[in-house]
């Protein structure tokens, strides 16, 4: 684990990217990663989007996460 942070309402992420909350909360917490380093992120489908792999793609971070129908 790099980073975490303790839910504490829907005040704890402000929505600064256009991915949506669980978008925000995942680019918020690897932003602190250097970037084009090849870090994976591990996430459930709650978090999981076709955008924010994308996103995660262009700051050089590979995702891999659970997607359900």
Not at 28 to 44: A, C, E, I, R, T
Not at 48 to 57: E, G, N
Request: hydrophobic share 45%; aromatic share 14%; net charge negative.
């Amino acid at each position: 684990m790099y980073d975490f942070e303790v839910h504490m309402g829907k005040e704890t992420v402000k929505n600064v990217f256009p991915l949506g909350i669980s978008g925000d909360i995942v680019l918020w917490l690897v932003d602190s990663l250097p970037k084009g380093q090849n870090y994976k992120v591990f996430m459930d489908n709650l978090f999981t989007s076709f955008s924010l792999t994308c996103a995660l793609k262009e700051f050089g971070i590979l995702a891999l996460g659970t997607v359900r129908i």
